[in-house]
């Protein structure tokens, strides 16, 4: 159709390549053996109208189901991305991948679900909410919604009601970084905790000490440091580390649960670590960018020169080929030293982070650009979301760390009960939706920006080779990639609301109370003193 092909156009490659979904809506996956977070056993399952209806060993079925085979193969549930940002209006400019094509790379990559952020607009959540809608109605996937808050009034208070009781928003973040656009106090943030907690809706932070990090920023500046490489310089783990540790201290204080994204440090993964040993509800969310990659693209250059000429040739040529990679690397928090990474990976596999995203937040290299020579106006943020999938496999998995269980916990699962969507996403059960992926571990996959599916020119992961593949995705019952082939059309993505008071808020009411009991007994003894 026009539609589809306008779509497909969206990636400006010679011909689109993609084609329309196969409109089977009886599915039969064969002899796979099938994952869930908290079992796995060999087993059929069988798919009508999107749903997942049979769970079953060697199942028997008409001939106008579509067969395929997993025999060998693992068939687990469609991975859910906690974080993205498509078509957001960010420093200065969009993120390059909008509800299509970021969500077409998605499912490339085997994730079927994904919840953005929306950005209100002037402050205001029901503008925002109306434009994100708006930009979502290309989606190919099913998706939902987080809602940032960026200052605080009467509106404000009463619209975070209303998004979670009428538009199924149940989770708000809260910047603690960006000073002058997104960032807010520690007074707005006191009172969005409380707010949240009456509503029953996650607080979420990014934490970094904005003022610091400004204050980071004009330092490196005085010194003439403007190239990538000061923007690590600018915010480093202890400013991570502090708004971690004041935000969690808050949500201590209100006694409410917190949801705390892109943990990028150990500084700020043991503050964590520190709060949920004492039995605070916290939640880590570590991102792909983090769990994978390290600085060394931002400090590293390789010297190896013999004569003077050649020398200053090369310096010339490092400063500018240098900088344009190293910017493609640019994320708040920044990408950490290796150590970090080993660090974040090993938090995860034990427990003391829950779950992963990838902050996808895509810019092509002009965009990027923009900050070649001041590292502030660099716009924040790297690709990911094609790529989740198949680098926690070949991170965790491969390396031993962790259970093919537990990589749907952490893919899927974990998302699904946080943001209180199971089972109807992340399981693979009757009754679930059927978002689901068969995965050959004994294959292997290479990423490349020649051919990934965002409509970014370059991929921080450029060159990686992983074991594993995700060779079949299917999204509401419809086989969306098969054969390395997209086959998805606009509008078919469906939006999921999400109820408020998931698991994290059980016993809370409980806990007030006996905080209220305590203070009781010091309240009577002074009464009865005077
Ligand atoms: O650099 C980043 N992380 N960009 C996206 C916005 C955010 O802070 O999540
Ligand atoms: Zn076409
Ligand atoms: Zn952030
Ligand atoms: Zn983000």
Redesign the pocket.
Known sequence: SNDFCEAGALYGAAGCGISPPLSSAKLLIKGGTVVNAHHQEVADVYVEDGVIVTVRPNLKVGDDVQVLDATGKLVMPGGIDP???LAMEFMGTETIDDFFSGQAAALAGGTTMHID?VIPVNGSLTAGIEAYERKAQKSCMDYGFHMAITKWDEDVSRDMEIMVKEKGINSFKFFLAYKGSLMISDELLLDGLKRCKSLGALAMV?AENGDAVFEGQNRMIELGITGPEGHALSRPPVLEAEATARAIRLASFVNTPLYV??VMSIDAMEEIAKARKSGQKVVGEPVVSGLVLDDSKLWDPDFSIASKQELALYIYCCCFFFCIFAILYVMSPPIRALGHAKALQAALSTGILQLV?T?H?AFNSTQKAFGIDDFRKIPN?VNGIEERMHLVWDTMVETGQMSVTDYVRVTSTECARIFNIYPRKGAILAGSDADIIIFNPNSSVGISARSHHSRTDTNVYEGRRGKGKVEVTIAGGRVVWINDELKVSPGSGKYVEMPPFNYLFSGVDKADDSYLASLNAPVKRSKSVS
């Open positions: 974080h993205t940002h952020f990014h994204v892109h995203g902050d937040c943020g």
